[in-house]
Every structure is written in structure tokens, then in C-alpha cells.
């Protein structure tokens, strides 16, 4: 039946219409034609077309024309809402018509859905404090965060940092309450704009957690790469900011690699010329095992032990990946082609408008040195964290905190690093019948946590690993 319904093609007559000359209208003035499912719903259809006429020939009585439903209130009645401008929170009056004058609170960060909110790890009187005679962030080609020189961190940008004036900008170094954390960097800008093209990164040595404080929007377009660095030269790789790095060559022995999730190092047996590898770093999953020496005949050799996890998916303390572990040496000399890759950084953007992503930001640990002369490889290093805030997030881009590749022994290969559906690190493959070498353990995948109003934008599809991301409402203040 339902298939065999018309709409009705209505001739719906309004006695009374008059034309402009104050005469009757025709039949053909007076009747309208529209195509409706009902009669009454073609009714309705003549309170809108009522408008157009009476601007023509035929004009309609007003008593012919159904009355206006009344409006939807503005706010509900005696409840808290927030202002367009995501700053404000009003109290919706007793008859739902407006916000009561004098009522108002002017959040000190930010206001979603019914109430003020607060960002993580940074102080709310900070970020209320960052406003719009603060300089851009919104370099043409590059910038850089630098380590102190005997005061705090400053970030310099290529050519200027936007305003054709600016090319360096010194953070304020602020504790967070959690001591397992380090301290914070935190950069105060009245915008963040990074075009594509333009890149932000963070030289070797920045031992901070780095947050950057936007007193309006933050647009991400270009690449933000905060990651740890390969193992190379028998030097551990350089951990991003607020991590850990990756552990050097000494001797003959593998060494741990640093931050509180580092891989534990390889073992080195110069008499019988054998070694194990070292492991990767941990952080949201665990780094994998170094590969084990178990060649026939000779003493077994365990490689250095996976990072343990050790963080939290609220990013709470803020805080960087661990270093891999260093491989063994079946040298006396200890040769250097083992070193371990650096933890990725710890990077926060906070934003008082909208924060979009469609660029790419990466805190990704780093590789561990590939071995070569019958050493073991050194272990990757664990991805670092990525915290992003604002009342308004879009996120389309590609967020990264993989973990690093572990280092191949002579005829073994590494662990992968965590990535995809994986967060811990794969361990290293060891040494049978034959071979004296191991490879290394991969690093374990970072954090990724997103907070935003309370339609939180979700994580990407191309967030990886994907399990290490998450998402929730910016906390309400306490």
C-alpha cells in the first residue's frame, strides 16, 4: 500500500484573497497547487507561500494563514551552557529566554557543553595567562625547540616565528605535580600556525616535556617530528624531548638504556667470542627481548630484557619514551656497532580555540645500531607521548608514536617495533647451533591521548600504533 501512496496534488481553496486592485482573485489566483503527501500537510505548505504572494497579484487574508508555532526556547531553563566563544559560561534564565545578566564566568581556559574546563599537566593560571600580545607561531619554513644554555629551552624559528620580528621564543619551566615526570616546557603563543611545508622539531639534549600554548587556535598542516634518534657510531640514539636515550657502547658489555622503561643490555663473552643483543624500550606496551646466544657448546647468553610499561593512557605525568639497551660484544675492544636507538619525546599542544590536524606530528623512537664483525644489535627505542587539547578538535592528520627497530646482529635480525595493532616490541631473533651474535629487541609503542569539548574529535584511522590512542573530554575544573 505504502508503495501506491500520492502525494496529493492539492487545489486548496482561500476564500477572501483579494487581488492588488482590492477585488476578488480569480479561481486561479485564489487556488494553489502543491505537491504534498496530505491535504493538511499542504495547508502548512500555504503558511510559507502566504509570504510570496502577498508580494504578488493575490494577496491573502491573514486570518487565512495558520499561525507560527512558537520559537524554541534559547537555553534550557536554569541550566549552565557555554557561549559560542568556547571562554564563557552563562545560567540560562527561569523561562529558557537568555543567559541572566550579571551571571556570567569567564573560564580561565576553556567552557564545553555546561562548565569551565582544565587543561592536563599545565597550570590553568599559565594558560589563562597566555593571551594575544604573546607572539605567532607561524613559521614559513622551520622551528626549533633548543636546549637551555644556562636557563630555560627556547624555540627559534626560520626566517621569523610570523610577525617578521620574532625569532626566538624562551619557555617557562614549570614542575608537574607527579615528580616521575619531568619538568615542563611550556611556550606561550597569541596563534599556532605551521603551513605545510614548514617543520617543527626539537634538537638533541632537550631533557624537558615541551607544551605549547595557543591563546586562540592551532592549526597543524606541516610535520612536527619529536622522535627519538637511531643508535649510530656505537652513540646511543638522542631521545626526543622529555625521554629517554638510548644506550651507548662501553666495553665489551651491553648497557641499559635510559628513562624509567629502558632495555636492559646484551652480554658479551670475548673469550668464546659470542654475544647477546639488547632490548627495546617500554612505554605503553613493553620492549622485546634481545635476542639470546645459544650456540651449541657455549655458554648461554640472555639477551638484555624488554622495557617494562610504565605509563598511563591519560598522559599524566607528561613525559617521553625509554631508550633500547646496547648489544654485546664477543670483542674485547668492544666495538662500536651496537649502540640503541633514543625514546620519542613528549610533545602537548593546548589550545584555547580549535586545534586541527591535517599534517603529520610524530614522537617515534628511534632505531637501534645494526651490528656487523659477530656483535649483536642494539634495542629500539619506545615511542613517546602526544597530548593534544582544545574545546574544538579536529584531527584528520597522522599522529605517530611507533617504536624503534631493533639493530641486526651479523646473521640475525631484529625485532620490529611497535606499530599498527601492536604495542610492544617484537623481541630479537638469537643464535642456534651457529652463528655468535643476536639481534636486537624492538621498542614498544607510545601514548596518544586526545581531549577535547564533549563531542571529543576521535583518533584518526591513522594513528599509530592504533591501540596507544585515546579520547575523552577536557576534565572539568575542580
Known amino acids: 500500500m505504502a508503495a501506491r501512496r500520492r502525494a496529493h496534488k492539492g487545489g486548496v481553496r482561500l476564500p477572501g484573497a483579494e487581488n492588488a486592485g482590492g477585488g476578488r482573485c480569480s479561481a486561479g489566483q485564489a487556488t494553489m497547487t502543491v505537491m504534498a503527501p496530505h491535504r493538511r500537510t499542504a495547508m502548512a505548505a500555504f503558511a510559507a507561500a502566504a509570504a510570496v504572494l502577498g508580494h504578488g497579484a493575490c494577496r491573502i487574508p491573514s486570518a487565512l494563514v495558520p499561525a507560527a508555532t512558537d520559537a524554541a526556547p534559547a537555553c534550557l531553563a536554569n541550566a549552565a551552557f557555554c557561549d559560542a566563544d568556547k571562554r564563557t559560561l552563562h545560567t540560562c534564565d527561569a523561562g529558557g529566554n537568555g543567559a541572566v545578566p550579571g551571571a556570567d564566568v569567564a573560564c580561565a581556559y576553556a567552557c564545553a557543553a555546561d562548565s569551565c574546563r582544565a587543561p592536563t599537566n599545565v597550570p590553568i593560571a599559565l594558560v589563562a595567562a597566555c593571551g594575544a600580545g604573546a607572539p605567532p607561531l607561524a613559521p614559513a619554513f622551520s622551528a626549533t625547540v633548543l636546549p637551555d644554555a644556562g636557563g630555560a629551552p627556547r624555540l627559534h624559528c626560520s626566517p621569523d616565528c610570523g610577525d617578521g620580528l620574532t625569532t626566538d621564543v624562551t619557555a617557562t619551566i614549570v614542575p608537574q605535580a607527579d615528580p616521575a615526570g619531568p619538568d615542563l616546557a611550556v611556550f606561550c603563543f597569541s596563534v599556532i600556525d605551521l603551513p605545510g611545508g614548514a ?49 651507548s657502547v662501553a666495553g665489551d658489555q651491553g648497557a641499559a638504556g635510559g628513562g624509567q622503561g629502558g632495555g636492559g643490555g646484551g652480554v658479551g663473552d670475548a673469550t668464546n667470542n659470542n654475544s647477546s643483543a639488547g632490548g627495546g624500550g617500554g612505554y605503553a606496551g613493553a620492549g622485546g627481548a634481545g635476542g639470546d646466544l645459544m650456540r651449541a657448546g657455549y655458554p648461554f647468553l640472555p639477551g638484555g630484557v624488554g622495557g617494562a610499561p610504565y605509563a598511563g593512557a591519560e598522559l599524566t605525568p607528561l613525559r617521553g619514551g625509554s631508550g633500547g639497551g646496547s648489544g654485546g660484544s664477543d670483542d674485547t675492544g ?27 606530528v610524530r614522537a617515534a623512537g628511534g632505531d637501534g645500531q645494526n651490528s656487523s664483525g659477530g656483535h649483536s644489535g642494539g634495542g629500539g627505542g619506545s615511542g613517546g607521548g602526544l597530548l593534544l587539547e582544545a574545546p574544538v578538535l579536529l584531527v584528520t592528520g597522522a599522529l605517530l608514536v611507533d617504536g624503534g627497530r631493533g639493530g641486526d646482529g651479523t646473521a640475525h635480525l631484529g625485532g620490529v617495533g611497535a ?60
Open 419 to 478: 606499530t599498527g595493532a601492536a604495542l610492544d616490541g617484537s623481541p630479537g631473533t638469537g643464535s642456534g647451533t651457529t652463528g655468535d651474535n643476536a639481534g636486537g629487541g624492538g621498542g614498544a609503542g607510545g601514548l596518544i591521548r586526545l581531549h577535547g569539548g564533549d563531542d571529543a574529535s576521535p583518533c584518526p584511522p591513522s594513528a599509530s600504533p592504533a591501540p596507544s590512542c585515546s579520547a575523552s573530554a577536557l576534565a572539568p575544573v575542580p
Open 199 to 247: 617543520t617543527l622539531d626539537a634538537a638533541a639534549g632537550v631533557v624537558e616535556a615541551v607544551v605549547l600554548v595557543s591563546a586562540s587556535d592551532a592549526t597543524i598542516a606541516g610535520a612536527v617530528d619529536f622522535g627519538g634518534a637511531a643508535g649510530a657510531a656505537g652513540a646511543g640514539g638522542a631521545a626526543g624531548p622529555g625521554g629517554g636515550s638510548g644506550a
Open 334 to 360: 668492544g666495538m662500536a656497532e651496537r649502540a640503541a636507538g633514543g625514546g620519542g619525546g613528549a610533545l602537548q599542544i593546548v589550545a584555547r580555540g580549535t586545534l586541527t590536524v591535517s599534517g603529520v
